[in-house]
Nanobody, 128 residues
């Protein structure tokens, strides 16, 4: 499975961005909606930080405390696309943002070896 993120960029503090992640390469035996998806970020000089996840049907979501109430994860299974709406951005949100596919329909909080695929990342820079 191939994941491609887009939507990153430079934004002032307090601004908003919407990230997208398009998934492809499922073949004939599986579909996008069979897999939970996640957003993970890596700030400069820091490790990976899990920030959100959504189950395959889009009915269940979870967020890290650092983004709860500001970010919203969603998915359009008809378009094989995952989204992350980011509002109220702060300089602490500056990072490379990655989408990741879980091995199955369930998601797990935090960085896990249950991630089966990763995108290449999209840079989000928030200026003060």
């Amino acid at each position: 499975v191939h994941l491609v993120e887009s939507g990153g960029g430079l934004v002032h503090a307090g601004g908003s961005l919407r990230l997208s992640c398009v998934a492809s390469g499922f073949g004939f035996t599986s579909t996008f909606d069979e897999y939970a998806m996640s957003w993970v970020r890596q700030a400069p000089g820091r490790g990976l930080e899990w920030i959100s996840a959504i189950d395959g049907r889009g009915r269940s979501t979870d967020y890290a405390d650092s983004v709860k109430g500001r970010f919203t994860i969603s998915r359009d299974n008809a378009k094989n696309t995952l989204y992350l709406q980011m509002n109220g951005l702060t300089t602490d949100d500056t990072a490379v943002y990655y989408c990741a596919k879980y091995r199955g329909s369930l998601f797990y909080t935090g960085i896990t070896n249950e991630f089966a695929s990763w995108g290449q990342g999209t840079q989000v820079t928030v200026s003060s």
